[in-house]
């Protein structure tokens, strides 16, 4: 009896090779982090970038630390400025700013390829301008630019023969479509000091997701439009460039103040679908009374507070936004009010920690988009 050759199966582990990269690259990872960690203070990270090399040996005699400075310079990745002191300074560029939101997208989302157009598809066929390949009777309304002639003239051929050819409307069969969905979306990011007490650094991971996602829209589906807000006392606008430099304040939480500006930023939009995603770690603590002056109160869940952020929940859901919130905290009377806002607002909650906090919010926002547009 003769022995089988048998092939061994399995996986081969070797041992981890780092991609080869360039003095400069390797630099530069770690400078990006370090200039979202000091809030994009280049002074602060070229220090903590001179501490980490004296201590893990980052550099070598033939590539120092000023080399990459002046390689940062020439790749258009700083320039110069006069700081407050009347001093000349260094600072960060645009260029440095995009470098930062992509290695967020990198980190968070993964190596997410630019799509197409960058658009939203719905669920479900109808009058849109995709095309599926799918193919149905022609109806009364639909524009003839739809009509599939190749599959109109066989259909003729078929009920009415050759030798008599004629083309009836009952022929004619039209290519299926999808809508090509957008959203509009406004981020809301929580400056209280709450998120750095504690020794927990919570504002850095916000900003990567906000940054990360803020690139993804914009590079792959560019019609969907983003609005970001911060809220303290009180609430604003900032723009995508300004994430890195994104730090905390010596604020309370006046979350009504940022549902409302959030829900007037959504009013001004044509999209029909729109939502809201709040990332907070604390409790809502401030409001801002007709006066002027703040109602502050920092103990425990003051109704007048928390009534008021329902009623917001509620308006929101009348108008069909939906909210969605990344409580970063899990003590018991938080997630109860959370719980009952979610239910005004017939919305969703997420109560995490920092880890995973991102590819929640990417899930979430991958989900939300299919939906097919309403009204």
């Known amino acids: 009896m003769k022995k089988r050759n048998m092939k061994r199966k399995g996986f081969v582990f070797k041992k981890y090779e780092a991609p080869n990269q360039s003095p400069f690259e390797k630099l530069f990872e770690i400078f990006k982090e370090l200039i979202t960690h000091t809030s994009g203070d280049f002074d602060e990270a070229i220090d903590w970038l001179r501490e980490l090399d004296r201590e893990y040996k980052l550099t070598t005699a033939e590539y120092t630390i000023d080399d990459f400075i002046e390689d940062l310079k020439q790749k258009g990745y700083l320039r110069e400025e006069i700081k407050p002191d009347g001093k000349n300074g260094l600072a960060i560029t645009a260029k440095t700013e995009r470098a930062i939101r992509q290695q967020a997208l990198d980190q968070i989302f993964g190596k997410i390829k630019r799509s197409g157009q960058g658009n939203h598809k719905s669920k479900s066929p109808g009058i849109g301008d995709e095309h599926t390949g799918d193919f149905r009777d022609y109806q009364f309304g639909d524009g003839l630019d739809r009509v599939s002639m190749t599959e109109s003239l066989k259909n003729a051929q078929i009920n009415h023969g050759i ?7 009952d022929d ?20 209280s000091h709450s998120m750095i007490l504690y020794g927990e650094d919570r504002i850095t991971p916000a900003k990567k ?18 609005d970001i807000l911060v809220f303290g006392n009180d609430a604003w606008q900032i723009e995508i460039k300004d994430l890195p ?22 009013r001004r939009k044509r999209n029909t679908n729109k939502q809201i995603f709040m990332i907070t770690d604390g409790k809502p603590s401030c409001l801002k009374l007709k006066n002027g002056e703040y109602f502050k109160d920092s ?49 969703k909650a997420f109560y995490t920690g920092l880890k995973g906090l991102g590819e929640m919010i990417f899930e979430d926002y991958e989900t939300n988009r299919k939906k097919r547009i309403r009204g």
């Open 172 to 191: 004619l069969v039209v290519e299926d479509t999808r809508h090509k969905s957008q959203m509009s979306t406004v981020l809301m990011i929580d400056i």
């Open 299 to 347: 103990m425990g869940l003051n109704p007048n507070i928390t009534n008021k952020c329902y009623m917001m929940a509620q308006q929101a859901r009348k108008l069909h936004i939906p909210i969605t919130t990344f409580m970063i905290a899990k003590d018991s009377y938080l997630m109860q009010f959370v719980r009952e806002f979610t239910y005004a607002n017939q919305g």
């Open 209 to 226: 997701v906000a940054m990360a996602l803020a690139e993804l829209i914009t590079t792959r589906y560019p019609k969907d439009t983003l």
């Open 245 to 266: 430099y994104l730090n905390v304040g010596p604020y309370h939480t006046n979350t009504v103040a940022g549902l409302e500006l959030a829900m007037d930023l959504l």
């Open 163 to 169: 030798g008599d050819f004629t083309l009836s409307e």
